[in-house]
């Protein structure tokens, strides 16, 4: 029998818990609830391959990233109009806020829809609606991500990019994501180019089932800012230098990558490694309706099986607003609530 780890204390569970933080790696498909899949098959008369919320659930059991992505784009097809992306939006800002969420990046998979006949347009409006209720009615500013499939082709990921160029005031950057074996970041040296050249930032998913080389890739040849996973990087010392060195974030989701089976138990995660060695580390849920849970159900699972403490979590929470895309003046003010925070709680 295998010897569980202490649980949390109540103090730790509720600094972690109340804590303000930013979540950086979310992809606004992957917060789409089973509850709502079939609300909106419902509402757009869209057939699924599942009968009910309990049977859609139990196809939730995956062994690798591909397998994960086969539901998610088919949870994905009940979208079509305006107000299904802004509900969808809302509902995960809700939950956000209720996890101390002040702050978001949220990425968005444009060719999901526009491959299914749905307009550029209507995603992003629906994006953007529910974004600016988002910051009025909770308080939680949010900032959209575009990002780019990577096991389509270059030429269909810069016809994105030129239908998205009337709506750059919403964009803060362009990102990498879907299969990521086979399709390294250097197929996309072109569109991220142009979209620096649009003054838009960058980022991509690199080193999450992939090989190091493909995090080097994308920092040298795309030019990222931040990268999305990166826990292979634990494989590669020059690399972990690099990314030290230079404060390069990666934005890790544990519960992912444990049910995306990266690990078999969250015992076995590097993040701890990553963070002590002097990187950037962040905890994010990626696609929490998938993978069992918010981000505070991230940081909590991985705080009891790594027996993590409190100056860890801040830790977390300081260089989620460090890697973020808000200015330095807005960032300052955070890590002063952060160390507040964290003095309320007695550390
Ligand atoms: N799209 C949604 N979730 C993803 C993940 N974990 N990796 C790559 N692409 C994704
Ligand atoms: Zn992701």
Request: net charge negative.
């Amino acid at each position: 029998m295998s010897v569980q780890p202490p649980t949390l204390s109540p103090q730790l569970h509720d600094l972690i818990t109340t804590m303000p933080k930013a979540e950086l790696h979310i992809h606004i498909e992957g917060s789409l609830e089973p509850e709502l899949i079939f609300e909106l098959a419902k509402r757009n008369h869209v057939s699924l391959p599942f009968d009910s919320v309990a049977s859609l659930r139990t196809a939730y059991a995956f062994k690798d990233l591909q397998s994960f992505l086969d539901i998610y784009y088919a949870g994905a097809s009940v979208l079509l109009k305006e107000q299904d992306f802004y509900d969808m939006t809302y509902a995960y800002l809700k939950k956000a806020a209720a996890d101390g969420v002040v702050y978001a990046e949220i990425f968005f998979d444009p060719q999901t829809h526009t491959d299914r006949g749905v307009p550029l347009q209507t995603v992003i409006e629906g994006l953007v609606r529910a974004t600016k209720d988002g910051a009025r009615h909770l308080g939680l500013e949010s900032k959209l991500i575009m990002c780019f499939l990577r096991h389509l082709s270059q030429a269909s990921a810069m016809e994105t990019l030129n239908a998205a160029e009337p709506f750059l005031e919403h964009l803060v950057g362009v990102g990498l994501d879907s299969s990521e074996v086979g399709h390294p970041p250097e197929k996309f040296i072109d569109v991220f180019a142009k979209a620096h050249k649009l003054g838009l930032k960058a980022v991509a998913h690199a080193g999450e089932e992939g090989p190091p080389a493909y995090i080097w890739s994308a920092l040298d040849q795309l030019n990222v800012l931040r990268i999305d996973h990166g826990v292979q990087s634990i494989h590669d010392e020059a690399l972990l230098a690099r990314l030290a060195q230079e404060r390069i974030p990666l934005t890790v989701c544990p519960l992912s990558n444990l049910k995306l089976c990266v690990y078999e138990d969250l015992g076995q995660h590097p993040i701890k490694r990553l963070l002590d060695l002097g990187l950037c580390v962040t905890i994010n849920s990626d696609d929490p309706a998938y993978f069992g849970g918010y981000i505070n159900e991230n940081y909590l699972q991985t705080f009891q099986a790594l027996e993590l403490q409190a100056k860890d979590a801040i830790a977390f929470a300081k260089c989620s607003f460090e890697a973020s895309f808000m200015p330095a003046s807005q960032k300052n003010e955070w890590y002063a609530k952060l160390d507040q925070h964290a003095r309320l709680h007695g550390e």
